[in-house]
């Protein structure tokens, strides 16, 4: 199952290879922005009156939805991409101005 996955995410890159790198960079944001969209649809399923059965079953499929959709974005935007969203996310980062370098 991961083998024809990686093969599919493989081939839909490669594709987007053909494409200008402006093209590419908003197809990655667009698919990162539409990951978070899939994130909130967790909340909206979890308030909504359908049965728990359901809900189980449609807040596991946001949640799958949503790894892969931050994935396949963060695959097409790049390393630099992954080093910013991570450094972001550094609490030592977070009270720091431009010209200080953080504690390591």
Same mark, same amino acid.
């Not at 990686?6 to 987007?16: D, E, F, G, P």
């Not at 909130?40 to 790894?67: N, Q, T, Y």
């Not at 390393?79 to 009270?95: A, D, G, M, T």
């Given at each position: 199952?991961?083998?024809? %996955?990686?093969?599919?995410? %493989?081939? $839909?890159?490669?594709?987007?290879?053909?494409? @200008?790198?402006?093209?590419?960079?908003?197809? @990655?944001?667009?698919?990162?922005?539409?990951?978070?969209?899939?994130?909130?649809?967790?909340?909206?399923?979890?308030?909504?009156?359908?049965?728990?059965?359901?809900?189980? $079953?449609?807040?596991?499929?946001?949640?799958?939805?949503?790894?892969?959709?931050?994935?396949?974005?963060? %695959?097409?935007?790049?390393?630099?991409? %992954?080093?910013?969203?991570?450094?972001?996310?550094?609490?030592?980062?977070?009270?720091?101005?431009?010209?200080?370098?953080?504690?390591?």
């Amino acid at each position: 199952m991961l083998d024809i %996955i990686k093969k599919k995410v %493989i081939s $839909i890159v490669n594709k987007l290879d053909k494409v @200008g790198p402006a093209r590419k960079r908003l197809v @990655g944001i667009v698919l990162i922005v539409l990951s978070f969209a899939f994130y909130a649809g967790i909340a909206l399923v979890a308030m909504s009156p359908i049965p728990l059965d359901s809900k189980g $079953i449609l807040s596991g499929s946001c949640w799958v939805c949503r790894e892969i959709t931050f994935w396949m974005g963060a %695959i097409i935007l790049g390393r630099e991409f %992954i080093v910013k969203y991570k450094k972001s996310f550094n609490p030592l980062n977070w009270y720091q101005s431009k010209k200080n370098k953080p504690f390591r």
